[in-house]
T-cell receptor, first 114, second 112 residues
Framework: DTAVSQTPKYLVTQMGNDKSIKCEQN?????MYWYKQDSKKFLKIMFSYNNKELIINETVPNRFSPKSPDKAHLNLHINSLELGDSAVYFCASSPTLGSINEQFFGPGTRLTVL | DAKTTQPTSMDCAEGRAANLPCNHSTISGNEYVYWYRQIHSQGPQYIIH???NNETNEMASLIITEDRKSSTLILPHATLRDTAVYYCIVAAGGTSYGKLTFGQGTILTVHP
């Protein structure tokens, strides 16, 4: 059983398009996150949600809109894709907000914008 | 969150202990030390965390100096599958809302 899953694994699209990445966790966790890993391999948090409520928004452009239909899902919608959005996007979850426990990461979605 | 400093890369022979150092001289009293690793093309994986005391689990040991300004992650018997980027992160529990700030990490290469 996959704890944190993401779809799709690879996404290739043209500049200006709108795309979504889906994330699901079956761990019963309250908190979910989106991270971006750029070409230089720096991994940076974008958003966190707790029980469907936005907690962290790390000055991400408003073209990025996370949506949490329930606490097991956190999807990422990106409007008007730009070349600089090309990166690997990781979803993660943790038991509770502010938990010192580990975060569980998904396998990542490699987004390539042409 | 306090910043961390790690060596860019390290090598280790298979079967030997891998000792990965981390400096976090500005760590606050409520900040924990976390270690994650990222194997090529995979998501980061939690290894261990600690506050003051040394910690051990099935994957590794974490040694934190008494002044908490540095720590060492020990993989007791490294295998080829331990080749990865290892990240040392300091973060507070409640106040950081789970925000992990990843640095450049240490590229550990385990060779036969």
């Amino acid at each position: 059983d996959t704890a944190v899953s993401q779809t799709p694994k690879y996404l290739v699209t043209q500049m200006g398009n709108d795309k979504s990445i889906k994330c699901e966790q079956n761990l019963g966790h309250d908190t979910m996150y989106w991270y971006k890993q750029d070409s230089k391999k720096f991994l940076k948090i974008m958003f966190s949600y707790n029980n469907k409520e936005l907690i962290i928004n790390e000055t991400v452009p408003n073209r990025f809109s996370p949506k949490s239909p329930d606490k097991a899902h956190l999807n990422l919608h990106i409007n008007s894709l730009e070349l600089g959005d090309s990166a690997v996007y990781f979803c993660a979850s943790s038991p509770t907000l502010g938990s010192i426990n580990e975060q569980f990461f998904g396998p990542g979605t490699r987004l390539t914008v042409l | 969150d306090a910043k961390t400093t790690q060596p860019t890369s390290m090598d280790c022979a298979e079967g030997r202990a891998a000792n990965l150092p981390c400096n976090h001289s500005t760590i606050s009293g409520n900040e924990y030390v976390y270690w994650y690793r990222q194997i090529h093309s995979q998501g980061p994986q939690y290894i261990i965390h600690g506050l003051k005391n040394n910690e051990t689990n099935e994957m590794a040991s974490l040694i934190i100096t008494e002044d908490r300004k540095s720590s060492t992650l020990i993989l007791p018997h490294a295998t080829l599958r331990d080749t990865a980027v290892y990240y040392c992160i300091v973060a507070a529990g409640g106040t950081s809302y789970g925000k992990l700030t990843f640095g450049q990490g240490t590229i550990l290469t385990v060779h036969p």
